[in-house]
């Protein structure tokens, strides 16, 4: 059962690429969800755009098989799927040329927010930005998504940043990174924020370091052309996980407001140390189980773009100054999971006469697959024998703690989409954080370039190249292990 919500107001959303991977994949099943749950009102409409020959009847069929592969039956049926594909509406449209343009201006309706999701290679965003306005389809009041990659290095990212701001505000735009969508990383900030629990704890005096995993099982799968000129860093670490950084480490905001809340992450991407060679660890995963390496899936034999990274990183500031923020992402490594742990320091003194068997408190932020928190805490093992301590959580699975309602946790395209309807920025990156993030990453990527830095190789199904380990062991710390 997906719980039920006040519906958005009437709306049109276009989806250029609406015949492509992702809008199959998250966009139209979400869409769907939010229908079941009530939020999308009656007057709602989703047009699809892309270049292929489609009638209206075709692009239902096609969004039909969409829901069918990516949701299971417990979550669809065919009254809502029927009323879902009704509000359905398909344009062909050439996204460089001027064919189809009048025909989607003659489609959107007056009188209702207009947004327009950027399914496309970022390459496409200038001329769909200036085709909009050219064809008086959007107006000042109209929303724009745009997908990942924002850019490849500064340069580029500035570059596409002008190329919006030609036509539209930065109010208008909506950078979208799924990971800040996900229910986990906004509970972060009400865990922080709405509590006196951590708050008086979140700093350097009380916290020994944070580890930020995201861990895949799967290696490039078909991207590796596209993958083999972004890697890791391009990838994750500038984008998703530095958004994970920045509500761990941001201060508090004013007031839950979009600016308020993005303007404090980017007081941290700007108070970022850069990052020393030796505190950079890149790996390819090589061949194994009876599957390729690396090299083989881009196919690329010379290749040294890592499909692992490992960084320490640290952040110059009163908070945070001598508490390191440990980075790691990779494919095809031994588990799934995304997790942020946040270690706090040992008590000052022990007064127990056999401290070896203690352990750090550990505060666990699961991202996937299941999502949730728990802390670690030491109590006494149970029975005679005296004091035997031992490390137990106090765990908290949203689906579980939250009874039927929080065992369908919505998909995070599910909340950011409908935030775009809503006018709400505060889950999406601004231009000017983006642009920081890349003035960060920027000399950490041409560093190793210019070192001719090779990735180590290493084993699929592992927790990556065994330098890594070296990256905490020689800090007296280690690896949480990788596990779903």
């Not at 007031?255 to 108070?271: G, M, N």
């Not at 140390?273 to 009876?290: K, L, T, W």
């Not at 775009?420 to 999406?428: A, E, K, P, W």
Request: glycine share 8%; net charge negative.
């Amino acid at each position: 059962m997906v719980s039920r919500t006040i519906p958005v107001d009437p709306f049109d959303l276009v989806i250029f690429g609406g015949t492509g991977d992702l809008a199959r994949r998250k966009i139209l099943p979400s869409l769907y969800r939010r229908h079941v749950g009530g939020q999308m009102p009656a007057e709602a409409r989703i047009i699809g755009a892309a270049r292929g020959e489609m009638t209206d009847e075709d692009f239902r069929a096609f969004t039909r098989e969409a829901i069918e592969e990516f949701l299971p039956e417990t979550k669809r049926d065919t009254v809502t799927l029927d009323e879902f594909l009704a509000k359905l509406r398909y344009v062909r449209v050439d996204a460089v040329g001027q064919d189809g343009w009048s025909d989607l201006r003659d489609l959107v309706r007056p009188g209702v927010i207009r947004a327009f999701y950027f399914s496309v290679a970022p390459s496409l965003f200038g001329a769909l930005a200036e085709r909009l306005h050219e064809h008086g389809i959007a107006d000042a009041e109209s929303r724009i998504v745009v997908e990942k990659p924002f850019g490849k290095n500064l340069k580029t990212a500035r570059d596409l940043n002008a190329v919006l701001a030609e036509h539209f505000s930065e109010q208008q735009i909506y950078r979208i990174d799924h990971y800040l969508g996900k229910e986990t990383v906004q509970n972060l900030m009400a865990v922080r924020f709405a509590n006196i629990l951590f708050e008086p704890l979140w700093k350097t005096e009380y916290i020994d370091h944070v580890q930020i995993t995201v861990a895949e099982t799967v290696g490039v799968n078909g991207r590796g052309a596209y993958y083999d000129k972004s890697g890791a860093m391009r990838d994750m670490v500038q984008n998703h996980m530095m958004q994970l950084l920045c509500l761990i480490a941001m201060e508090p905001p004013y007031h839950f407001d979009p600016d308020a809340v993005r303007d404090e992450k980017l007081k941290v991407i700007r108070a970022l140390e850069p990052v020393a060679p030796e505190d950079i660890v890149r790996g390819q995963y090589r061949a194994g189980g009876g599957r390729p390496g690396y090299l083989e899936d881009a196919e690329n034999p010379e290749s040294r773009t890592e499909s692992y990274i490992a960084l320490k990183v640290g952040i110059a500031n009163w908070r945070w100054k001598g508490t390191p923020f440990y980075l790691r992402t990779g494919k095809r490594l031994k588990a799934r999971t995304s997790e942020i742990a946040i270690t706090f320091r040992q008590p000052p003194h022990s007064i127990f006469d056999h401290p070896e068997g203690w352990r750090e408190n550990v505060l666990v932020i699961r991202l996937q697959p299941n999502e949730g928190m728990n802390m670690m805490v030491m109590i006494k093992e149970p029975g005679p024998g005296g004091m035997r301590l031992a490390q137990v959580p106090l765990d908290m699975s949203f689906a579980e703690a939250l009874g039927e309602e929080g065992a369908d946790i919505p998909d995070a395209y599910e909340r950011l989409i409908m935030d775009v309807i809503r006018g709400n920025q505060t889950l999406f990156m601004r231009g000017d954080e983006v642009e920081a993030a890349w003035a960060w990453a920027d000399p950490i990527i041409e560093g190793w370039e210019a070192r001719g830095d090779r990735p180590h190789s290493y084993e699929p199904g592992t927790s990556g190249p065994e330098d890594a380990l070296m990256l905490l062991h020689r800090d007296g710390r280690r690896w949480r292990e990788i596990r779903e």
